[in-house]
């Protein structure tokens, strides 16, 4: 993720748009994906859905059962992360005794 526009949205959520990279099997390419963030108390839950198409990552067909089951070529994609504080930790270099 290299950079992040706001599109509008309400106190507690937004629209945005996601710019960066996406890498698949050894392929980067560089993307702007729509996508939203909503906060609730110390979180933030970070949604995008946005088509793929496998050929442009080097992913050929896939097929089993002699053809009979395919993978289309264009797929969607969900990514949905929550980001929050982590576990406490202890600080570095106390001793207890």
């Known amino acids: 993720l290299a950079g ?3 599109r509008g949205g309400t106190s507690d959520s937004s629209a945005l748009t ?3 990279t996406l890498m698949i099997r050894g392929v980067t390419r560089t993307v702007t994906l729509p996508g939203w963030v909503k906060f609730s108390g110390t979180q933030a ?3 995008s859905d946005f088509p793929l ?3 442009d990552y080097g992913i050929k067909g896939l097929s089993k059962m002699l053809g009979v ?3 289309y070529d264009n797929i969607e994609v969900h990514v949905d992360v929550v980001f929050g ?3 406490a930790r202890a600080s570095a270099g106390t001793a207890d005794n």
């Open 85 to 87: 504080p982590g576990p």
């Open 69 to 71: 089951l395919k993978m």
């Open 4 to 6: 992040v526009s706001p």
């Open 53 to 55: 198409n496998l050929k």
């Open 45 to 47: 839950r970070v949604r």
């Open 18 to 20: 996601l710019s960066g």
